[in-house]
């Protein structure tokens, strides 16, 4: 399948493949990544820099 060719859906999507692949070596990005998937956490959780 084709990813969409919108630069809008494009951009998060690319950013979220990389998230697990960050979660794996960094603990508070870990931490937010899990809070968010098991819906603890807003999704703007994950674009923090705190």
Known sequence: MKEPGTPI???P???MSKVPIA???DAQVSTAFLKVINMVAPPSTINSRA
Do not use: G, I, L, T
């Open 9 to 11: 859906v494009r951009c």
């Open 13 to 15: 999507n690319w950013y």
């Open 23 to 25: 979660a794996h070596q």
